[in-house]
């Protein structure tokens, strides 16, 4: 699939590129007004959040223009960041190495290797049915019974958010849309920029308007104005968007209303097993952003949905 020739695709990567210069140039101001000694700790998680920014959209850059194996490649790899993170606030013991070797290095590759090939049949069952029967037959073989059902539990979890959650957003190329043959790559973005710019606007709405937290004990920084101000917006977003999906206005609107809203309850589910665990974030390797889960936890529990509502109601595959 080449992805050189889709207009829409080049408007959007550029229409990313300049709300990134103008947020640069933005922090770049309020560094120099109020922070020029680095001493102001939200201007400077804001330019670290910014310079994460410009990495991650040119990696994404980077895939789509490489087609549907670079996608895959890409979230593969995404994929792995994210289960090694999540496996390192886990019960895991010695006796889990088999588990995780499998689930790293057979399950995984497996999983996007079908998802490459376009094997829906087996690649939507795969993990969910096999991995889940396969995983605890291995670890029991080890003979160690203590927590066993807890360490079973967290490793299913694990491949089922950061592996077959996410292996759905490169499954949207494997559609079959009458229509838009060639262009699925934008349903990608269609679903990554609406994820993202709600995770943006309920943060900027509950800055400016939040008064009411909807779940304090889990993320103090939610709350039901900005939950509301940044859905909406997202839904708006979406609709406007139309134009580069097979969808209409007002069918583009309510699927990034599913998104917006499963990706925001995607984020409190992450977010109560970090506080079970008493971490604040999954990792330190994206600047601003914490971890790659942190950073994939919207949209790994807004891929699936997306994907099984375009599959049945648009695709004929």
């Not at 330019?47 to 223009?65: D, Q, T, Y």
């Not at 209303?257 to 990792?283: E, N, Q, T, Y």
């Amino acid at each position: 699939m080449s992805t050189t020739a889709i207009p829409e695709l080049g408007y959007m990567l550029l229409a990313v590129g300049l709300i990134l210069v103008v947020a640069s140039v933005t922090g770049y101001v309020l560094k120099r007004k109020f922070s020029p000694d680095g001493g102001n700790d939200a201007i400077e998680n804001l330019n670290a959040r910014i310079r994460a920014w410009w990495a991650m959209v040119a990696l994404l850059g980077i895939a789509f223009l490489a087609g549907k194996t670079g996608v895959v490649v890409l979230f593969a790899l995404l994929s792995f960041a994210a289960l090694r993170e999540f496996a390192t606030l886990t019960n895991t013991t010695r006796a889990d190495h088999r588990v995780l070797l499998a689930a790293f290095f057979v399950v995984l590759p497996v999983q996007y290797y079908l998802v490459w090939a376009e094997r829906y049949g087996i690649y939507s069952i795969f993990i969910p049915v096999y991995a889940f029967l396969f995983l605890p037959i291995l670890a029991v073989l080890r003979g160690d019974v203590d927590d066993f059902l807890v360490r079973i539990a967290e490793t299913q979890w694990g491949l089922m958010i950061c592996v077959f959650c996410a292996s759905h957003v490169p499954a949207l190329l494997s559609l079959d849309i009458p229509g838009y043959d060639g262009r699925n790559i934008l349903l990608i973005v269609f679903l990554i920029f609406v994820v993202q710019m709600s995770d943006v606007l309920q943060y900027v709405c509950g800055k400016l308007l939040g008064r009411h937290r909807i779940a304090p004990r889990l993320s103090p920084s939610k709350t039901v104005e900005g939950f509301v101000g940044g859905v909406a917006s997202a839904t708006l977003i979406g609709a406007l968007l139309s134009w580069m999906t097979p969808f209409s206005m007002l069918e583009a609107g309510l699927l990034a209303f599913a998104i917006a809203l499963m990706g925001f309850f995607g984020g409190l589910v992450m977010s109560a097993i970090k506080r079970d665990r008493g971490v604040k974030d999954w990792g330190y390797l994206i600047e601003g952003h914490g971890g790659f889960i942190d950073r994939l936890d919207s949209v790994v529990f807004a891929a699936p949905i997306f994907f099984h509502l375009v599959r049945f109601w648009w695709s004929t595959s």
